[in-house]
């Protein structure tokens, strides 16, 4: 019975938060994919999304009364091996949308290898133990065929960029404030595109949550603001991102942390009911994106 109504609650909860995009575009690098195999789980309500993905966004736009210029590219969590599209894109697109903030969910590419026979883990340390992250990189397990597919990811999201200022004017967003938001896996992939990105591809601003980066940090040139969400007690991921904190103010650059103390995991968009702090992040992200004026 208590399972029966914890789906009836979920489905209740993502019927009223989640919003179906308005449309779809495949990006540039979708011709890289031979054979996409794309698979839709739907449980409980929570769609997730495997298999050999397409790159492509999913444009979700508010309505122009609203409308303030600003975008956020949406890269949704699951250990670079799913997308966890319902509670990190068609969820946090609505609460965008109603704040006038248009949404473009993401579909990168995911790792569909496997990790070469006998290779471990990395430790799992706690917040204290920055050192075991040199240069920020928190990626648990390097290995060539892996770090290739989120080379790849941080290339489709260079094209969303790209794609998404490109019909700025149509989708009636300002191209300069256009940025990202990452979560856990999704994070690392922003946090790279960042890296990576030219002028014309670089993000107005980069928000990650529970999503350290997998690679050595290289603070770029003209670095974007940063803001960084977590939970202190998250194994790996809380020490990844106080490096990557450090390291982004080591090169200079802006940017802003916020380590809940009431719990381990990730989390979704919550009810703020006063009891925690963590369930206030998505209002701390709107504020942050007032005051740094991107949502003038």
Not at 35 to 62: A, D, F, H, M
Not at 153 to 166: G, H, P, T, Y
Not at 175 to 202: C, H, I, N, Q, W
Not at 215 to 243: C, F, K, W
Request: aromatic letters at 8%; hydrophobic letters at 40%.
């Amino acid at each position: 019975m208590r399972k029966i109504i914890l789906s009836i609650a979920v489905l209740m909860l993502t019927g009223v938060l989640c919003i179906n995009a308005q449309k779809s575009y495949p990006l540039s690098t979708a011709s890289e994919v031979k054979q996409p195999n794309e698979q839709i789980s739907n449980r409980g309500g929570i769609k997730n999304i495997t298999g050999e993905i397409s790159p492509s966004i999913e444009v979700y736009l508010p309505s122009a009364e609203k409308a303030n210029g600003c975008a956020v590219i949406l890269f949704p969590g699951g250990g670079l091996r799913a997308l966890s599209w319902t509670t990190d894109v068609e969820q946090v697109a609505k609460l965008l949308n109603e704040k006038g903030i248009a949404a473009i969910g993401l579909k990168y590419r995911l790792n569909n290898t496997k990790a070469p026979g006998g290779m471990q883990m990395g430790a799992t340390v706690d917040v204290t133990e920055i050192d075991h992250f040199p240069k920020a990189d928190a990626n648990p397990m390097h290995y060539p065929a892996g770090d290739s597919v989120f080379m790849c990811a941080a290339k489709d999201a260079l094209a969303a960029i790209a794609l998404v200022r490109q019909n700025a004017a149509e989708w009636n967003i300002n191209p300069d404030k256009v940025g990202y938001m990452g979560f856990s896996a999704g994070g690392g992939v922003a946090l790279a595109a960042t890296m990576l990105a030219d002028e014309t591809t670089r993000p107005a601003f980069v928000c990650t949550n529970y999503g350290p980066s997998l690679m050595p940090v290289t603070v770029p040139a003209q670095a974007p603001p940063l803001l960084i969400l977590s939970r202190v007690e998250h194994p790996n991921v809380a020490a990844g991102l106080l490096g990557l904190f450090i390291e982004w103010k080591k090169g200079g650059a802006n940017a802003e942390l916020h380590m809940y103390g009431d719990g381990r995991g990730p989390y979704t968009l919550m009810q703020e009911t006063g009891k925690t702090t963590t369930e206030m992040w998505s209002s701390q992200f709107l504020q942050w994106l007032s005051a740094k004026g991107f949502m003038e």
